[in-house]
C-alpha cells in the first residue's frame, strides 16, 4: 500500500459523459502528478499540481481540467469522453521534487 | 525533451535464475533520476529502486541492481534470483531535476518479465 488513495477503483459511463476522478496523496506530500496509461500510449503525464497551483502540463487534452484542493486532495475532471479516453488513469504524490513518485492504486475508465 | 527505450518488450526466465532488463534514454541533461518501476496483474505500479545520475554508485536494492552507464546513456535492471513474484510488466522512468523544467516521469514502453516455475 503506498498510502496514496484514488476513487472510485472502477467508472463505466458513455460517450459524451462527464466524469471526475478523486486523489487523496500521501500525508505530507504536497505534489499530485496526474498519468494515462492506455494500450496504444503507453503512460502518459498529464498534469502536476504542487500545494494547490498547477506547476506542469503534459499531454493532457483541453477536454480535461484538474485542480489540487486546500486539503491537497485532487480531482481530474474528464468531459465529453470519447471511447478512445478509456484508459487506467494514476495518480502520484512525493514531497517534492527531489523523492520518489507514489502510486495510487489507479481509476480504470470505460467509455462505452 | 526526453526519452526512455525499452527495446525487450517481452522476456522470460527461469525460477531462480538471473535476468536483466534494458533501458536507454536520451537527455541533454547533466542531472537526473532514473527509476524502475513494477507493474504486477493487480496493476499497482511499485517503486523497485532508483538512481541518481551524479553517484557513481549502481544503487542496489535486495535482489535487485542496476547497471547505470551514464556516458553510454544506459540504465539496466539485474533481477538475482528470480521468484515467481517477480513476474510482471517492467518500466524504466527517467525524471529532471532542474527548477524550471517538468518533473514528471516520462516512462519507457515497458517490458514483460514472465518467471517460469
Known amino acids: 500500500d503506498s498510502g496514496v488513495t484514488q476513487t472510485p477503483k472502477h467508472l463505466i459511463t458513455a460517450t459524451g459523459q462527464r466524469v471526475t476522478l478523486r486523489c487523496s496523496p500521501r500525508s505530507g506530500d504536497l505534489s499530485v502528478y496526474w498519468y494515462q496509461q492506455s494500450l496504444d500510449q503507453g503512460l502518459q503525464f498529464l498534469i502536476q499540481?504542487?500545494?494547490?497551483?498547477?506547476?506542469a502540463k503534459g499531454n493532457i487534452l483541453e477536454r480535461f481540467s484538474a485542480q489540487q484542493f486546500p486539503d491537497l486532495h485532487s480531482e481530474l475532471n474528464l468531459s465529453s469522453l470519447e471511447l478512445g479516453d478509456s484508459a487506467l488513469y494514476f495518480c502520484?504524490?512525493?514531497?517534492?521534487?527531489?523523492?520518489?513518485?507514489?502510486f495510487g492504486p489507479g481509476t480504470r475508465l470505460t467509455v462505452t | 525533451a526526453q526519452t526512455v527505450t525499452q527495446s525487450q518488450p517481452e522476456m522470460s526466465v527461469q525460477e531462480a535464475e538471473t535476468v536483466t532488463l534494458s533501458c536507454t534514454y536520451d537527455?541533454?541533461?547533466?542531472?537526473?533520476?532514473l527509476f524502475w518501476y513494477k507493474q504486477p496483474p493487480s496493476r499497482q505500479m511499485i517503486l523497485v529502486i532508483r538512481?541518481?545520475?551524479?553517484?557513481?554508485q549502481n544503487a542496489t536494492e535486495n535482489r535487485f541492481s542496476v547497471n547505470f552507464q551514464k556516458a553510454a546513456k544506459s540504465f539496466s535492471l539485474k533481477i538475482s534470483d528470480s521468484q515467481l513474484g517477480d513476474a510482471a510488466m517492467y518500466f524504466c522512468?527517467?525524471?529532471?531535476?532542474?527548477?524550471?523544467?517538468?518533473?514528471?516521469?516520462?516512462f519507457g514502453s515497458g517490458t514483460q518479465l514472465t518467471v517460469l516455475p
Open positions: 522512468a527517467y525524471r529532471s531535476v532542474y527548477s524550471g523544467s517538468a518533473r514528471q516521469l516520462t
Open positions: 538512481q541518481e545520475a551524479y553517484k557513481q
Open positions: 499540481y504542487y500545494n494547490g497551483e498547477e506547476r
Open positions: 502520484a504524490s512525493s514531497v517534492d521534487y527531489k523523492t520518489e513518485q507514489y
Open positions: 537527455t541533454s541533461e547533466s542531472d537526473y533520476y
